[in-house]
Nanobody
Framework: QVQLVESGGGLVQAGGSLRLSCAAS????????MGWFRQAPGKEREFVAA????????DYADSVKDRFTISRDNAKNAVYLQMNSLIPEDTAVYYC????????????????????WGQGTQVTVSP
């Protein structure tokens, strides 16, 4: 049984930083591509960042490029999202997702491509 558990969300002022973590269990983590998505109130879930199973390829939504960094530690079965220069528009519930098995360098941008999801962690950015 796959489990993805996010942590690290919270309330932060604009300009601040947060680091989200997602702990995975249940499958061989290094076989699977990972992604982060977010959903703000009244809006659809949107892509934030993705990382290939080896960690060598990373992709970002234009809205977070140069501010957010996705990374993974396959030895710890974890994926991270470092969020800097946060703005109120980043306020949302953030979800990690797992896709696989995946080719070594593949990343995925649409929620429908992912097989498993965490429960989400709330990020609130105050003005």
């Amino acid at each position: 049984q796959v489990q993805l558990v996010e942590s690290g969300g919270g309330l932060v002022q604009a300009g601040g930083s947060l680091r989200l973590s997602c702990a995975a269990s249940g499958r061989t983590f290094s076989n699977y591509a990972m992604g982060w998505f977010r959903q703000a109130p009244g809006k659809e879930r949107e892509f934030v960042a993705a990382i290939s199973r080896g960690g060598g390829v990373k992709d970002y939504a234009d809205s977070v490029k140069d501010r957010f960094t996705i990374s993974r530690d396959n030895a710890k079965n974890a994926v991270y999202l470092q969020m800097n220069s946060l703005i109120p528009e980043d306020t949302a519930v953030y979800y990690c997702a797992q896709k696989g098995p995946a080719p070594l360098s593949a990343t995925y941008y649409t929620s429908g491509e992912y097989d498993y999801w965490g429960q989400g962690t709330q990020v609130t950015v105050s003005p």
